[in-house]
Nanobody
Framework: QVQLVESGGGLVQAGGSLRLSCAAS????????MGWFRQAPGKEREFVAA????????LYADSVKGRFTISRDNTKNTLYLQMNSLKPEDTAVYSC????????????????????WGQGTQVTVSS
């Protein structure tokens, strides 16, 4: 099993940047495909980005392409989301998720397919 804890959220002006982190427990972090999701009040949970087990293969929602970058450091058991050129529409609770897989290149964008979730971190973008 793995436990996930997000950090790095906060209040930022439109056009600014934030870097979110997701710290994972255990020594098997490299066995998990990882993803970021977000949910704003009154809206359904939305896929943001995904990355494969060892990095190098990524997938982004159209709404964040060119602005957000997902990455991971398996030596530190940590997942990252670099968020640039932030917009008020990006305001939401951001959560990381993990899915165990034997496929090294696998990408997962469907929330119910993930096995583990963090509690989330609030990101608020003011205009």
């Amino acid at each position: 099993q793995v436990q996930l804890v997000e950090s790095g959220g906060g209040l930022v002006q439109a056009g600014g940047s934030l870097r979110l982190s997701c710290a994972a427990s255990g020594r098997t972090f490299s066995n998990y495909a990882m993803g970021w999701f977000r949910q704003a009040p009154g809206k359904e949970r939305e896929f943001v980005a995904a990355i494969n087990r060892i990095g190098g293969n990524t997938l982004y929602a159209d709404s964040v392409k060119g602005r957000f970058t997902i990455s991971r450091d398996n030596t530190k058991n940590t997942l990252y989301l670099q968020m640039n050129s932030l917009k008020p529409e990006d305001t939401a609770v951001y959560s990381c998720a993990a899915r165990s897989t034997t496929t090294v290149w696998a990408l997962v964008e469907v929330g119910p397919k993930y096995d583990y979730w963090g509690q989330g971190t609030q990101v608020t973008v003011s205009s």
